[in-house]
């Protein structure tokens, strides 16, 4: 995935809307034991919709999507008065929630936060990072209603 260079800033923290964090944990346990993927939008840097991706890479250990999905999807949150592109996320059906150096090669979008969703254990752990070159900050997460 290619996407814009730019640093918007640290986040210390990230708002995911309680419908879309329940569909993102259950779009991951549908797709398990392959990867699953996709994005998420809002406004003011919340996560308020979910657009979930097809994993073309059909892998247990890595995901890729479609570059002419993800394009058509950027095109539709950029026509959506006030969203913008919060969040990206996918999951690790068998490992720990914790970037692996693929996700960290392929994390081109600085501005937004990725959700790793590892479950690997009896109930869905998820983590938190902006990835920044080779680093991964983690960004603290808080669900809110409507």
Not at 37 to 57: P, R, T
Not at 114 to 130: A, E, G, N, W
């Amino acid at each position: 995935m290619e996407g814009k260079k730019e640093h918007l800033g640290l986040k210390k923290e990230i708002l995911i809307k309680k419908d879309v964090w329940e569909r993102m944990l259950q779009h991951c346990m549908k797709e398990k034991p392959l990867e699953a993927c996709g994005i998420l939008s809002g406004e003011a840097g919340k996560c308020e919709k979910i657009w979930e991706m097809q994993n073309i890479a059909r892998s247990s250990y890595s995901f890729e999507m479609s570059q002419v999905e993800l394009e058509n999807t950027l095109q539709k949150i950029e026509k959506a008065k006030g969203q913008t592109l919060t969040g990206i996320y996918h999951s690790h059906p068998t490992a720990e929630p914790i970037p692996s150096q693929q996700d960290i090669e392929n994390a081109h979008y600085h501005e937004a936060v990725y959700f790793i969703i590892s479950l690997s254990k009896k109930y869905p752990r998820v983590k938190c990072y902006q990835i920044i070159g080779k680093k991964c900050l983690p960004v603290r997460l808080k669900i809110f209603n409507d």
